[in-house]
């Protein structure tokens, strides 16, 4: 390459697998900042902005959604070796999503119950992460995604360098934006203290217990958490249903039976 030929520009793929489309839309949501991000890179897969597209190999690929069928395993594995780097976004890519209720129960009955003729319905007995099929550089959480956390982890990794995101719980996001604690001021059943931040501590600052959006944060014992939300006037079974949202395969249920006195 010479001087005057122009640098070739790093090749984005986003794709699609089990999900809402909420997290692709948060990066179309970006708005004023997608479009200088558009001319910095070639997009060439994003079906949720344009029906054109251009075979990989890609420098950074976006997936979101979860893995529920086995073309879908087919596909991703096919995603990953066309891909230098692969991110992962939001709770379907990250836990296997809200879907993931499968995994907790017989998904035979369900296609028997709901569809006319089950026997034309190939499915996965489980929802699962994309990092469960195929090795993933980097997992971006939430749902949906944290919009600036969307433009770190594109603009690090087009830059060459390892995404600023801070893993520390939501409590942390309360200190840092004053609200009071609703467990301790209210008796209010949170996640806060065991899910990872990222969306700005949104319902604490509303008087809400956090939902646990943004999955389970490292750095925290579930299990030992369990014990004060039944302080707080929740059953085993409500236990159970707090944690089985956006995020159920990532909580656990070993989580509920190895607290139990």
């Not at 990222?198 to 389970?216: K, M, N, T």
């Amino acid at each position: 390459m010479t001087d005057e030929e122009p640098r070739p520009r790093p090749r984005l793929g986003v794709f699609k697998f089990a999900s809402c489309d909420g997290c692709q839309l948060t990066l179309l949501d970006c708005e004023d900042e997608l479009l200088p991000l558009a001319d910095e890179v070639e997009i060439r897969h994003f079906l949720e902005a344009s029906g054109a597209v251009a075979p990989g190999p890609y420098d950074l690929s976006l997936v979101e959604g979860s893995i529920t069928t086995p073309e879908d395993a087919r596909r991703i594995r096919q995603v990953r070796a066309d891909s230098r780097h692969l991110v992962t976004i939001g709770a379907c890519a990250t836990a296997g999503g809200v879907q993931a209720l499968r995994n907790f129960a017989d998904v035979e009955e369900f296609t028997r119950t709901v569809y006319a003729t089950p026997e034309y319905i190939s499915t996965l007995a489980t929802s699962t992460p994309v990092s469960a099929h195929v090795p993933v550089d980097f997992e971006l959480r939430g749902c949906p995604i944290d919009r600036g956390q969307l433009l770190e982890v594109v603009t690090a990794y087009l830059g060459g360098r390892r995404p600023d995101i801070p893993d520390h719980s939501v409590c942390f996001a309360c200190k840092r934006r004053g609200t009071v604690c609703v467990t301790v001021a209210h008796g209010t059943p949170c996640l806060g203290p065991v899910t990872h931040a990222g969306c700005g501590a949104i319902c604490p600052a509303f008087g809400r217990g956090c939902y646990g959006c943004f999955g389970p944060a490292r750095s925290t014992n579930l299990p030992a958490y369990i014990p004060v939300l039944r302080r707080d006037g929740m059953d085993d079974r409500d236990v159970t249903r707090f944690l089985r949202t956006y995020n159920a395969a990532a909580f656990e249920e070993p989580s509920v039976r190895e607290s139990r006195p």
